[in-house]
């Protein structure tokens, strides 16, 4: 198949305290949250001064892969597209156009299968091509990568220095404690995403040698009356310290390639702080970032839909994923008739 460029799909987030309010709101749009809980997420980012991470993040993952691409080819040209915030999708599409873009490779910063973290960002593309018209570009989404070997290896590396940065004294018990972003019940019962990181975990906690390891959920967002997966993060540290379960934790956040808002505040600051109040010596484990393996793997992605021919590589029982998804995958959850507006 014969592409033009590489499309980078992410979440996108603020870059100053005036940004905060409307990105969330794009967030937030038709979706019955409250709006108390949307000034409580805004106070996490002004604990920031209002800048997410994020978009600094995917430039310098953006500066690594073009110059992997550079060395080692394809040579393409690489665009960045955000669903929430600047640059939109639909500002990128108009430029690839504007550029003779007629057929591009997107790639989506997230791992695993959920309607939030795969349809949702095919929808929108396509929203985005329908409000640019006639010569958008045709973007053909790159598969979920959870179980490609370079994102795994990548993982690996990442909790072994989690590992390795535990607090001396802290015994030799620990925990290897695996945080996912939660969805609700309704989204998760309808898609692979908890198998998914099921696997990862297995993957990665047989590698490491540690059978002390669970799987927990974090950044919840949605109404109090709405099932969302569990044990929340914090609640299962508490249940470590009462239940002696583990001399330290080391939280790896396998659900995120990058260290952006909810990373910091969930993890490096809530979660931190409520292991110092518990006197339960804790490490963080980074995401992925821009970790030459995964770095490699986005390029070994790129390749594989570009030549058929090229081995679509995977590690476990899961197999690689497909690269178009049935019309069935992933739906969008339903709201229970008391919730919709």
């Given at each position: 198949m014969s592409y033009d460029a590489i499309l980078i799909v992410s979440f996108g987030g603020p870059e100053s305290r005036e940004d905060v309010i409307p990105f969330l709101e794009n967030v937030l749009r038709g979706k019955n949250v409250p709006r108390e809980r949307l000034l409580a997420v805004a106070e996490h980012?002004?604990?920031?001064?209002?800048?997410?991470?994020?978009?600094?993040?995917?430039?310098?993952?953006?500066?690594?892969?073009?110059?992997?691409?550079?060395?080692?080819?394809?040579?393409?040209?690489?665009?960045?597209?955000?669903?929430?915030?600047?640059?939109?999708?639909?500002e990128t599409l108009r430029k690839m156009r504007q550029d003779g873009i007629r057929r591009a490779l997107g790639f989506v910063t997230s791992a695993y299968s959920s309607y939030s973290g795969c349809r949702q960002y095919r929808e929108d593309i396509a929203r985005a091509q329908s409000e640019v018209g006639a010569g958008a570009p045709q973007i053909d989404k790159i598969r979920a990568f959870f179980n490609h070997p370079g994102y795994i290896d990548a993982t690996e590396e990442r909790v072994r220095e989690g590992l390795a940065s535990v607090p001396q004294g802290a015994g030799g018990n620990v925990q290897i404690v695996y945080t996912a972003h939660s969805i609700p019940m309704s989204m998760a019962n309808t898609s692979d995403y908890v198998r998914q990181l099921e696997e990862v975990r297995r993957l990665i906690s047989e590698r490491v040698r540690i059978g002390n390891h669970v799987l927990v959920y974090q950044s919840r967002s949605g109404p109090p009356g709405q099932p969302w997966l569990e044990p929340d993060v914090l609640d299962h540290l508490r249940r470590v310290k009462a239940g002696k379960l583990a001399s330290a934790v080391v939280?790896?956040?396998?659900?995120?390639?990058?260290?952006?808002?909810?990373?910091?505040?969930?993890?490096?600051?809530?979660?931190?702080?409520?292991?110092?109040?518990?006197?339960?010596?804790?490490?963080?484990?980074?995401?992925?970032?821009?970790?030459?393996?995964?770095?490699?793997?986005?390029?070994?992605?790129?390749?594989?839909?570009?030549?058929?021919?090229?081995?679509?590589?995977?590690?476990?029982?899961?197999?690689?994923?497909?690269?178009?998804?049935?019309?069935?995958?992933?739906?969008?959850?339903?709201?229970?008739?008391?919730?919709?507006?």
């Open positions: 980012y002004y604990h920031f001064e209002g800048k997410s991470p994020i978009n600094q993040q995917t430039r310098d993952l953006i500066a690594a892969i073009e110059a992997e691409l550079a060395a080692h080819g394809p040579k393409l040209p690489v665009y960045w597209g955000n669903r929430n915030w600047h640059p939109l999708l639909a939280l790896a956040p396998i659900s995120f390639i990058s260290d952006h808002m909810e990373v910091l505040y969930d993890l490096d600051i809530e979660a931190r702080q409520l292991c110092e109040s518990l006197q339960l010596p804790m490490a963080r484990a980074k995401t992925v970032g821009v970790h030459a393996k995964f770095v490699g793997a986005i390029r070994e992605l790129i390749l594989e839909r570009i030549d058929p021919n090229t081995e679509r590589r995977s590690v476990g029982a899961m197999g690689p994923r497909q690269d178009v998804c049935g019309e069935d995958c992933c739906p969008a959850p339903m709201r229970p008739a008391a919730m919709q507006r």
